[in-house]
């Protein structure tokens, strides 16, 4: 039976889910929770944060030992950044950004959510496609966005963004969208977390290097650029355009 990966790979443990630390460890969940308890006396979400908290603790030893890793001048971090955005064309598929445009103009209402740092992500799309013309929603308060999924009109979608798709937060607002006929997309690194169990799409953001991902407060660059690739092949597509352009002009008034 293998070991725990905990002490030779402890950054992949911060990236897994339950289901696969178990696949790689041959420890039950049941086991993992119990570790996860004897650790830091919480839950395995929980724990995964703490032990990506010590983690970051010990950066500057790390980074001191693997400089040739770690980009130390604009060029390399550019490059590195650069690098990682171009993943999006291999971990993505025309049949998978296909999909979800056509969710996306079948929709009553676009909802986006996303918890903590990509609730930005969210934002700026939601944003977007109402300058398309597409009727789309979003909110941090939890209780607003929860009741408004609830009575989504018929062909609605979610749009969710979560990195690790463990999120409590949002994983219970994909539960409560399918369970009211709403579409659901997930953006996320981790394709076997529960929120993708949830998903309809998946669209898979993961950074193979990122730069950032130790420093408490990740990257969503690349959360971003796949609300460009999402837009980009959406623009022409929009029946409604015009009347994102017209609540433009309308709006240009007021703007300085």
Not at 163 to 185: D, P, T
Not at 198 to 216: E, R, S, T
Not at 248 to 256: C, D, S, V
Request: a negative charge; charged letters at 20%.
């Amino acid at each position: 039976m293998p070991a725990l990966p905990l002490l030779s790979n402890p950054m992949q443990v911060t990236r897994m889910s339950m289901a696969e630390l178990s696949e790689k460890s041959g420890a039950s969940d049941a086991t993992i929770m119990r570790v996860c308890k004897k650790v830091c006396d919480a839950g395995f979400y929980q724990f995964k944060i703490q032990l990506a908290m010590d983690l970051a603790k010990n950066l500057s030893a790390a980074s001191s030992s693997q400089t040739d890793e770690v980009p130390n001048d604009i060029v390399s971090f550019i490059d590195l950044m650069a690098a990682n955005v171009a993943q999006l064309s291999k971990d993505l598929s025309m049949e998978q950004i296909s999909e979800s445009i056509d969710l996306i103009l079948g929709a009553g209402t676009v909802y986006t959510f996303g918890w903590g740092n990509t609730g930005a992500v969210a934002d700026d799309l939601a944003h977007r496609l109402l300058r398309y013309g597409i009727n789309a929603f979003t909110s941090h308060n939890l209780e607003y966005m929860m009741r408004s999924i609830v009575l989504a009109p018929e062909g609605s979608v979610l749009i969710a963004f979560s990195r690790s798709g463990e999120s409590i937060y949002l994983v219970e607002r994909c539960e409560l969208a399918r369970a009211n006929g709403v579409k659901v997309i997930l953006v996320t690194a981790d394709e076997s977390s529960s929120a993708a169990f949830l998903a309809d799409v998946i669209l898979k953001v993961n950074p193979v290097n990122d730069p950032m991902d130790c420093l408490g407060g990740s990257s969503h660059i690349y959360e971003f650029a796949l609300n460009d690739i999402l837009l980009y092949f959406l623009k022409d597509k929009a029946p409604a355009y015009t009347v994102g352009t017209t609540s433009e002009a309308i709006l240009g008034q007021f703007k300085n």
